[in-house]
């Protein structure tokens, strides 16, 4: 992978990363729920005149099913259980929570699409949730009770993400990505209009909670979901999907430098388990072994 490539990875993890900081400040001020639907339709109105400049608006209309499926299950749901968490627990904290996604994806892709689950993807599994039990158990900003309603949400979502991803595969195969993410974003925000405008708050938030949600919408869902698709043609899938490794750094990053959050060793020890379990789950810790492999290959 190249240096530009690099560097574009790198912004994706950072853009992602920053939607924890930014649904961490938002959600007490709009709710859950109506931060979420601003999101997604901010993120809509962003991506439309995109997709309608290369011509693929019907392919949100004629696979409107499957996109309204995955848009529930990749978006409009694990969206707004992500911001329910947040108002509980650290952006930082979330973010690690967030990486376990990839183990759920290969859980399903076994039990569904009967794809082969290597001794070493099952051995990845049980470290990485190894490493979600030393996280929660450990002492998240001082507090020794663990707040289990928002972690059980957190993983529901990550869990919604691992379906989603089974699912396109399953039933979009062949549908850009470009008509997935827009109609993804289009239909989420749809559905949960009438529930933002049952849950609105009492009170306005102010200009800036409206900024953040704008950047939120526009760079942290619609420029970074460009960037990600990008990628996946510029790179392809594997090298694209190690930005999960990337989104907890960013999230813990942003965390401490805006929020002022406080780091713990169980972050570190909890956050390593889960980024080894899911390097031996997708099978990157082989890949990265195979790779200087055939550098010594190609040299001879």
């Not at 990839?102 to 070493?120: D, E, G, S, Y």
């Not at 813990?252 to 390097?279: K, N, Q, R, T």
Request: positive net charge; hydrophobic residues 55%.
């Amino acid at each position: 992978m190249g240096l530009l490539s690099t560097l574009e990875l790198v912004l994706l993890a950072a853009l992602w990363g920053a939607s924890f900081l930014f649904m961490r400040e938002g959600a007490p001020q709009f709710g859950p729920i109506a931060l979420i639907a601003l999101r997604t339709g901010i993120a809509a109105l962003f991506l439309l005149p995109i997709l309608l400049l290369g011509r693929k608006q019907r392919y949100v209309f004629s696979q409107w099913r499957p996109i309204l499926i995955v848009g529930l299950t990749n978006t409009a749901i694990p969206f707004c259980l992500f911001s329910y968490t947040t108002l509980s627990l650290a952006a930082g904290f979330t973010s690690i929570l967030n990486a376990t996604a990839p183990m759920f994806a290969a859980i399903i892709a076994f039990l569904w699409l009967r794809q082969k689950l290597t001794l070493t993807a099952m051995a990845g599994l049980l470290v990485g949730f190894g490493g979600v039990f030393v996280l929660v158990t450990g002492k998240e900003g001082g507090m020794v009770r663990i707040e289990w309603q928002p972690i059980l949400a957190a993983l529901a979502a990550t869990f919604l993400y691992g379906f989603a991803a089974n699912y396109t595969k399953k039933a979009l195969n062949g549908t850009p990505s470009l008509a997935i993410a827009t109609g993804s974003q289009l239909y989420s925000a749809l559905v949960l209009s009438p529930l933002a405008w049952l849950t609105w708050p009492a009170s306005m938030p102010g200009a800036e909670a409206w900024w953040q949600v704008v950047a939120l919408g526009i760079a942290c869902t619609g420029l970074a979901y460009i960037l990600y698709f990008h990628l996946i043609e510029k790179v392809g899938v594997g090298n694209s999907i190690t930005v999960a490794y990337l989104v907890p750094l960013f999230g813990v990053l942003w965390g401490a430098l805006f929020l002022d959050e406080v780091l713990h060793f169980s972050m570190f020890a909890g956050g390593g388990m889960i980024l080894l379990g899911v390097a031996l789950t997708t099978g990157m810790m082989a890949k990265l072994r195979r790779q200087p492999k055939q550098a010594v290959t190609a040299q001879d």
